[in-house]
């Protein structure tokens, strides 16, 4: 059975750090690459960042590439370290796993399995 659970969700202030974490299992890492993906209210779901095999394959979209940085704990954990946090960072925080043949990791339609979220609020 396939789970991705995100965890470490929260309050902060503006310009704090916050780092989430995503349990997966049921699933190789050899076959899908992990992501993370958010949604704002009345926003459509947008990828942040990919990690691939190897420690060194990590992806972003210009948004979050200098703020936020996945890692792999071990095989069963993906981590999304997001720094100098802002109010607009405001939103829901998904993991997923995105096949390989998918050339495209930040379009959620990519994704083929989900977790459950975790919210992320940023006060001013």
């Known amino acids: 059975q396939v789970q991705l659970v995100e965890s470490g969700g929260g309050s902060v202030e503006s310009g704090g750090s916050l780092r989430l974490a995503c349990a997966i299992s049921?699933?190789?890492?050899?076959?899908?690459?992990v992501a993370w993906f958010r949604q704002a209210p009345g926003k459509e779901r947008e990828g942040v960042a990919a990690?691939?095999?190897?420690?060194?394959?990590t992806f972003y979209t210009d948004s979050y590439r200098g703020r936020f940085i996945i890692s792999r704990g071990n095989k069963t954990m993906v981590f999304l370290q997001m720094n100098r946090l802002k109010v607009e960072d405001t939103a829901m925080y998904y993991c997923?796993?995105?096949?390989?043949?998918?050339?495209?990791?930040?379009?959620?339609?990519?994704?083929?399995?989900w977790g459950q979220g975790t919210q992320v609020t940023v006060s001013s």
């Open positions: 049921g699933f190789s890492t050899t076959d899908y690459r």
């Open positions: 990690i691939a095999r190897g420690v060194a394959n």
């Open positions: 997923a796993a995105v096949p390989y043949g998918s050339v495209s990791w930040y379009q959620p339609q990519n994704a083929r399995y």
